[in-house]
């Protein structure tokens, strides 16, 4: 089955066609530039975006993976979760499509899949229920008990922000770039010596919960009272992500324990975070616990893993 994946969740533009969880194109057009200069995105325009870019990105993907739109079977398109005026446009277009080429659509939930696109490399492809499923990104930052693909359920989630949204604060702080994740990395790997202590907010210890704002306030405290030159920034950036990632291992490894599951998988733009990566990978080990993550094209948004979803839900 040739599927068509369409994203228009935030603010990347995107389609793919997918055969067989196999990817044969996946074309991403981000409207990022256009909200740098606000510091987070602005909805208006990536909705705007979308409509404008779409039809473009569409038949790139088609060109590119030498693929008629008559040979495509099934189209997925994400549903939800993300701003409205951005879904709308991604739906409205696959739906048209759907009609006009009388062929099947089925909506997919973005979130779930980010855990997906872990099924959409060759070598990792069978089924490795049940797991625990971590979705990382700028809008959610849940954790999943999956025994299936169609209904992960959620054991724990951010009560305030996601924590790729705390990382894009925190730059905008430190007045280092959007979106921030990625600086917020590069500083911090430039970093030695003693790190700040800041909070780390374990909440309750049954839950798998996340609290992002008492770090991020401290951060703005911090930062307040120093004078910021490229070390300290670089020490702030390190200390900063510390934090956060040591609280998200500890949840990971938690969830693993309570439910005497060994196998954890990762999604979403955070976990193309080397020092995540790395900072899991030891702590995972020594529990004896296997751990997943999508190469970083994959992590962040994108729409073969809605196509690959898509075709899995499909067929069930
Ligand atoms: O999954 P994604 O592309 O979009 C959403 O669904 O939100 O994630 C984007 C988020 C942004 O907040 C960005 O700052 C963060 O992922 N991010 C990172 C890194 N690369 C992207 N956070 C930490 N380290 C990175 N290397
Ligand atoms: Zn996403």
Known sequence: MNILGIETSCDETAASVVRDDEILTNVVSSSVPLHRAYGGVIPEVASRCHIEYI???TKKALSKSDKDIRDINLIAVTDAPGLP???VAGVAFAKALSYA????CVNVNHVHAHLYA????KKKREDKFPFIGVVVSGGHTNVYLCKNFKDPEIIGRTKDDAIGEAFDKVAKILGIGYPGGPHIERYASKFKGKPIKFPRAFLDKDSYDFSL????????YYVK???LDRREISRVAWSFQEAVFDVLIERVLKACTNFNIRKVFLGGGVVSNMRLRSKLIGACSQVNCEIYYPPPALCVDNAAMIAGLGGRLYNK
């Open 55 to 57: 039809n473009r990105v």
């Open 85 to 87: 005026g951005s879904l």
């Open 101 to 104: 080429l009388k062929i099947p």
């Open 118 to 121: 872990n099924f959409l490399d």
């Open 213 to 220: 704002s008492g770090v991020k306030t401290a951060v703005l």
């Open 225 to 227: 009272s120093k004078k």
